[in-house]
């Protein structure tokens, strides 16, 4: 698959491709994005929305943690 860089667009065909290759990091993302559109309605102050973003990325980094260990091994 192309890589996707931060200073040139990307196609966004590949990047739906890899996020589907890999669901537990499309679900990160996809809580991400709901943290951000406040879907559920719930966040009103900083702190709260603060510590729902560490536990997003805590556990984004397992997961890439993780797949990347799969694949070296």
């Known amino acids: 698959m192309p890589k996707i860089s931060h200073i040139e667009p990307c196609d966004s065909r590949d990047l739906v491709a890899r996020l589907e ?10 809580e991400m994005l709901e943290l951000v559109e406040n879907a559920e309605g719930d966040l009103r102050r900083a ?3 603060e510590r729902r973003v560490i536990e997003i990325l805590r556990g984004t980094g397992q997961e890439i943690l993780t797949g990347w260990a799969e694949q070296v091994a």
């Open 21 to 30: 290759a890999n669901p537990k990091i499309l679900a990160k993302v996809l």
């Open 47 to 49: 702190d709260e929305a």
